[in-house]
């Protein structure tokens, strides 16, 4: 009983968790958008644009889908209260740092975008590390299990 007591998760947990799996339904919703874009939509977009979108190798989909997906099992894994939930929002940081490294370094996007293309990159990562932090103090106070 006292143990249980000891355990009690607060609101703000719950809050928090929440938050992260909306914020992973949107990344999951980028990441569908981006790679169901239509023929149509693509030549809509300014020339710079269109030809990042077309030159973008294959593995970088994928390593975008195992970010955005990892993130958002690692939420369902916070709501269920499971330590998996970190590892998972650590491959999912993993992910992030290739996908936006080759974004940002490689494949030049902010040429294309402009410095904006500078601030997504920084709040996803910034997220992605703030979830795996979270999900640590959740660990080590005993609300995920």
């Known amino acids: ?25 949107m990344g999951v919703g980028a990441f569908i958008s981006d790679v169901t874009m239509t023929d149509e939509a693509l030549q809509a977009l300014p020339d710079a644009q269109r030809e990042l979108y077309e030159n973008n190798p294959m593995w970088t989909k994928i390593v975008y889908g195992i970010a955005v997906f990892g993130g958002l099992l690692g939420s369902i894994g916070l709501l269920a209260k499971k330590k998996w939930a970190k590892p998972i929002f650590v491959v999912s940081l993993i992910a992030i740092f290739i996908q936006m490294g080759y974004s940002l370094f490689i494949a030049k996007t902010p040429e294309a975008y402009g410095s904006v293309a500078y601030i997504m990159p920084v709040l996803v990562i910034l997220i992605a590390a703030f979830l795996i932090a979270f ?3 959740a660990i080590k106070r005993g609300w995920l299990t």
């Open 135 to 137: 999900s640590n103090r």
């Open 1 to 25: 009983m006292a143990n249980q007591l000891s355990t009690k998760i607060p609101w703000w947990f719950w809050f928090v968790a929440i938050l992260a799996l909306l914020w992973n339904f």
